[in-house]
């Protein structure tokens, strides 16, 4: 029953897409009010066809991680179709953590591409339920964190969400969050840069931005700390960066 509501799921998958695909050729051109509305029409029917014990199945992740089933066919729909899979566990109210699982994005750190998937999902999770408060970025970090250079290879990895465009705002909130938590380590940029040109695969151009972004953060860390008093004593926030860059 499980293994068949899922081939089910996957040829809804499919057919989505290609529902989307004729609208567009029948109508030269679509909005996307109507898609949204036509995909989010299928997808309640589809769901509306299984009793609540089958969605209750799709929940139960640690079971179907086992069996393997589900996640095969769900990362194989995931690359077929990647959008159209997003709107159906969305659909299914799936949180990211649980989506990090089912995709085995843990498994998979070094293919951006299933990272930045993942991203999608979680940024239109989180507009879906109300913003970021709903999954906060410390969450996505605690996800991808893995091994002893994981910091390292956060700081990387965002750079690259940040070049993405409809995932950029989400990288943006990942740094900020990522330096929020350098900053309350008492890490100076001084020690990022050590950590990073420590990180294999690092290039001295990226390296060098995220220091002087961390630089700025830290700064503007700092002046939310200290009392004006304290403030007019380090000078302007342009020659403290410039100070904290020159450390060694």
Do not use: C
């Not at 393997?68 to 949180?95: E, F, I």
């Not at 002087?212 to 304290?230: H, P, S």
């Amino acid at each position: 029953m499980r293994i068949h509501y899922a081939v089910r799921l996957l040829v809804f998958f499919l057919a989505s897409a290609n529902f989307v695909r004729a609208s567009m050729e029948n109508k030269n051109i679509a909005s996307p009010n109507e898609i949204s509305s036509n995909r989010a029409a299928a997808a309640t029917r589809v769901l509306e066809s299984h009793s609540a014990a089958d969605i209750r199945k799709v929940d139960d992740i640690d079971e179907y991680e086992e069996r393997g089933g589900l996640s095969k066919l769900v990362t194989l729909a995931s690359k077929v179709n990647p959008s159209g899979t997003n709107a159906v566990l969305l659909g299914l109210n799936k949180r990211p953590d649980r989506v990090f699982t089912l995709f085995g994005v843990g498994k998979k750190l070094d293919n951006k591409q299933e990272v930045f998937n993942w991203l999608r999902f979680t940024g239109k999770y989180q507009a879906k339920h109300g913003g970021e408060d709903s999954f906060p970025s410390s969450n996505i970090l605690s996800l991808l964190r893995s091994g002893e250079k994981a910091d390292a290879k956060l700081a990387l990895l965002i750079q690259s969400v940040k070049q993405v465009r409809d995932i950029k705002e989400l990288g943006r909130n990942m740094e900020k969050a990522l330096y929020s938590e350098w900053f309350a380590k008492k890490l100076r940029p001084v020690h990022i840069r050590k950590l990073l040109a420590d990180s294999r695969g690092s290039a001295p151009d990226v390296v060098k931005q995220i220091v002087e972004n961390y630089a700025w953060r830290y700064v503007k860390l700092l002046g939310e700390k200290l009392t004006k008093e304290e403030l007019e004593k380090l000078g302007p926030p342009l020659v403290v960066v410039q100070g904290l860059l020159k450390e060694k």
